[in-house]
Nanobody
Framework: QVQLVESGGGLVQPGGSLRLSCEAS????????IGWFHQAPGKEREGVSC????????YYADSVKGRFTISRDNAKNTVYLQMNSLKPEDTAVYYC???????????????????WGQGTQVTVSS
């Protein structure tokens, strides 16, 4: 059974950090395109960071460049999103996604990802 399970969300003060994890089962992540997306209430789902399946290059949305880092541990079949210098506007449900197709470059279209986790809430507030 193919499954993605996120963890690591929570409540953090502005300027704080969180690390989200996304563990895959039923398939091997290292050949997949990976994406982290977030969705705030009343807003569309947006791409935060992704990894190309073609060459493993990481990409970031402008709003998180320099603050967030995506990484992958193939031995643990897990993808991480390290989030630093968090801002209130980062508050959202965060989802990881994976797709087996060969993609060159970034893919910010959430509809093209086949597998999704259940989401984890991140709240940045004082």
């Amino acid at each position: 059974q193919v499954q993605l399970v996120e963890s690591g969300g929570g409540l953090v003060q502005p300027g704080g950090s969180l690390r989200l994890s996304c563990e895959a089962s039923g398939f091997t992540l290292d050949n997949y395109a990976i994406g982290w997306f977030h969705q705030a209430p009343g807003k569309e789902r947006e791409g935060v960071s992704c990894i190309s399946s073609a060459d493993g290059t990481a990409y970031y949305a402008d709003s998180v460049k320099g603050r967030f880092t995506i990484s992958r541990d193939n031995a643990k079949n897990t993808v991480y999103l390290q989030m630093n210098s968090l801002k209130p506007e980062d508050t959202a449900v965060y989802y990881c996604a994976a797709d087996p197709r060969y993609w060159v470059g970034a893919n910010w279209d959430w509809k093209q990802y086949e597998y999704w986790g259940q989401g984890t809430q991140v709240t940045v507030s004082s």
